[in-house]
């Protein structure tokens, strides 16, 4: 029996990277694999971490999710976020990272031995799973090379994209600094280097980001 899904979940799906660019029949021969099963998780609950190792692939179906290691934030998962790629198809049972859910989140899980179908059955899924996984590498490349920039600019701009609520954060400098692992001062120097390229803006303890896409250019590796 196929895994029932809502409307707005299907069309989550169906524009997840995965599926992105196909048909709702696509969707139906997805979740009509007998191994792919879903979940419901609350608040504060980890969907997977290094010692809860499943080897499927996670679609975010509805809800936020917080993805770290150790205490570093790594990235923040909204509906359509795929998850556990990069584990799915290794030799070693352990998952680098943890995700924990953020709010209630509703999750499908594909098996690796039914994303291995789909893989061979669909070309259209065969293309985007390996476009993904050349942007997941792009990405934590630009990762490994801001958490090993000593510039707090980056680690700000890194910190606020991965835990920003719409656009915008409330926190203290006090705390955001511990965080960081900065100092004050060097944290206030971040916040004027990038109020004055209009990558932020501070209201009291409101942080606004009037454009996710322009501080995300920022932690562009150059070419």
């Known amino acids: ?9 299907r069309v989550v799906l169906l524009g997840c990277p995965l599926l992105r660019g196909g048909e709702e029949e696509l969707v139906q021969r997805v979740l009509s694999l007998p191994g792919v099963w ?14 809860h190792f499943l080897r499927c692939l996670g679609v975010l179906l509805s809800g936020r999710a917080g993805v770290s290691s150790g205490t570093l934030s790594v990235s923040m998962l ?6 556990g ?26 098996p690796q031995e039914e994303l291995d179908t789909l893989l061979e059955r669909e070309p259209l899924v065969r293309r985007n799973y390996l476009g993904y996984l050349t942007g997941r590498i792009r990405f934590l490349s630009g990762r490994l090379q801001s958490v090993t920039q000593s510039g707090a600019e980056a680690k700000l701009a890194r910190y606020l994209l991965a835990n920003h609520q719409g656009g915008q954060l409330q926190t203290s400098a006090t705390d955001l600094a511990k965080r960081l692992g ?6 206030y120097r971040a ?10 803006r501070r209201q009291g303890k409101t942080i606004l980001i009037p454009s996710l896409s322009a501080l995300e250019s920022l932690l562009q590796s150059p070419t």
């Open 182 to 187: 900065v100092s004050r001062a060097s944290l």
């Open 1 to 9: 029996m196929a895994v029932a899904l809502s409307s707005g979940e």
């Open 78 to 83: 909204e509906p359509g976020s795929l998850f």
């Open 38 to 51: 879903r979940r419901e998780f609350s608040p504060g609950q980890t969907l997977y971490s290094p010692d």
């Open 85 to 110: 790629a990069a584990a799915l198809f290794g030799d070693v049972d352990q998952f680098a990272t943890t995700i924990t859910a953020r709010t209630s989140c509703q999750v499908l899980f594909l």
């Open 191 to 200: 916040f004027e280097d990038l109020e004055r390229e209009d990558l932020i």
